[in-house]
């Protein structure tokens, strides 16, 4: 098996379900709508800004 066919295999397995993309060719909006980590890092926001930690955003 070659390195290509890896990959794609590989990509496959990280498709949401009822979506008909994998997250790596989502559009950042899409996939950080769904993203359990994005939705966590936004609630700790507060917390970063209150201790001066910079995060983008």
Request: hydrophobic share 30%.
């Amino acid at each position: 098996m070659d390195a290509d066919h890896y990959f794609l295999s590989a990509e496959c397995g990280f498709q949401p379900d009822g979506y008909d993309v994998s997250y790596g060719k989502m559009q950042p909006d899409e996939k950080n709508r769904i993203s359990h980590r994005y939705k966590a890092l936004m609630l700790l926001k507060p917390t970063f800004r209150s201790h001066k930690i910079c995060i983008n955003q």
